[in-house]
């Protein structure tokens, strides 16, 4: 799939820059673009709110795991 290329794509070109810190942003702004697509087509195909706020709790834990 190309999504599952730009993924390792990303991961990739974020590598070296890990040992600051910034190369984990990188992939947590990406993993927020691709939750914000799954959310916009849960809301599309279903429209129902429930499936945007149970989508979105990954996101949250993710949140809290990078400040904890």
Do not use: C, R, Y
């Amino acid at each position: 799939m190309q999504l599952d290329t730009e993924i390792v794509s990303l991961a990739v070109l974020a590598a070296p820059l890990q040992n600051s810190g910034a190369g984990d942003m990188v992939l947590f702004l990406f993993n927020l673009l691709i939750a914000g697509i799954h959310i916009a087509g849960m809301w599309m195909v279903f429209g129902k709110f429930v499936i945007v706020v149970l989508t979105g709790v990954p996101v949250v834990i993710t949140l809290i795991a990078l400040w904890s």
